[in-house]
């Protein structure tokens, strides 16, 4: 399995696509909006700047890329419009992903987005600053950008995807699983750990080289509550459903064992412990605030709720629409594409027995760092 090659989230519209399913991602920017205000604004206030780059790592598509822009530009126009002595910023946004994804979904989409922009802006009585959109392919595991070039870097749940399958992680070692599940051996929890702690060092030194003196950081993604490495929440509970799906497929003769026991998803969920330890292991950012938040895992659409004994039924649909707009181009990758509808229907029933049996509600973590480049 190559990443860069292999990986993106499920393009275009249709009913499995990321588009329309990452309702969780588009909570989290929400609930996390407040720090990226808080950035944006005493980034301005610090640096002053004529000109800003903003660079939205692992950014996907849809309409939650647009929605981070929107907020950049709101709150910038209204930081603006506070100090009438500044003269109006302008802003050169690029929207980064590995090259798989569906930018051309970005740029079909981005004419709407500006006339929308301007009417929420004139109705306001506000002059929204002059800015521009750009794409920038690559993973973010690289250097991206010049030196000392990037006012602000902004990440929304892509951090926690890994550059590869843990090293040395061979197909002998997590048998019947495809993530850190109940029986996965202690040794490959910590391949895992040792592959985030390895990567995220990596990430971090790429932007210090390419983020501005007193520039600043805000990076978001899955993580868990626990320190236990084997309890990451409802994101534990997903994968450990996934792995009884495909583990369900070998014994009916669809998948071969050893294809299952070879395949391992290239994601970790940190604790804030780990990434406090990891910031201060770079030694160039300080943590200006770093946030846990519990988030509903329900995937289902907020303005149309279902209740009743149907309820369990729609969660775990649409659970399993957003498990497989995020997962499917690996799992195609390493199975075929034959098996997805057999494999996404046995999750849903999986996970709509598992809702039905569930005492206390589980949640998905997100963990929030505020990071500032040290003068």
């Known amino acids: 399995m190559k990443i860069d090659r292999d990986f993106h989230m499920m393009k275009g519209d249709d009913e499995f696509s990321y588009a329309e399913n990452s309702r969780i991602q588009r909570r989290a920017i929400l609930t996390t909006r407040p720090m990226v205000e808080k950035a944006v ?141 109940a029986t996965t051996p202690p040794m490959v929890a910590k391949l895992y750990q040792d592959q985030f702690e390895k990567d995220f060092l990596q990430f971090l030194r790429m932007r210090c080289k390419e983020i501005v003196p007193r520039g ?10 626990s320190k236990d490495v084997f309890d990451a929440g409802r994101t534990t509970i997903g994968f450990e459903l996934l792995s009884q799906g495909l583990r369900t497929l070998v014994a009916e003769g669809r998948v071969e064992k050893e294809k299952l026991d070879s395949f391992n998803i290239p994601i970790y969920c940190p604790s804030v412990d780990e990434l406090k330890q990891l910031v201060c292991h770079n030694d160039l950012l300080d943590i200006s605030d770093i946030q846990l938040f519990e988030m509903d895992g329900n995937c289902m659409d907020d303005s149309e709720p279902v209740e009743g004994p149907a309820a369990a039924q729609a969660i775990g649909q649409s659970t399993s629409a957003a498990l497989r707009a995020a997962t499917e181009s690996l799992i195609a990758s390493h199975f ?34 505020y990071l500032q480049v040290k003068h």
């Open 41 to 181: 604004r005493e980034m301005c206030r610090d640096l002053h700047p004529q000109s800003m780059t903003i660079v939205d790592l692992g950014c996907s598509f849809g309409a939650n890329t647009l929605l981070f822009v929107s907020d950049v530009i709101t709150t910038i126009c209204e930081n603006s419009n506070n100090a009438i002595e500044e003269s109006a910023i302008e802003i050169q946004f690029f929207l980064n992903d590995l090259p798989s994804n569906d930018f051309n979904h970005i740029f079909q989409s981005l004419e709407q987005f500006e006339q929308l922009t301007k009417q929420h802006f004139t109705c306001r009585g506000l002059q929204p600053p002059p800015y521009y959109v750009a794409a920038m392919a690559g993973s973010f595991y690289t250097r991206l950008f010049p030196s000392n070039s990037v006012h602000f870097f902004h990440s929304s749940m892509s951090v926690m995807w890994l550059s590869q399958v843990p090293e040395n992680l061979d197909g002998s070692m997590n048998k019947g699983n495809v993530y850190i599940g």
């Open 216 to 225: 600043r950081m805000v990076l978001t993604l899955v993580g868990r509550r």
């Open 336 to 369: 075929g594409d034959s098996i997805l509808d057999e494999l996404f229907t046995l999750f849903t029933r999986y996970f709509t027995s598992y809702i039905e049996s569930e005492v206390e509600k589980s949640a998905i973590t997100i963990i929030t760092l």
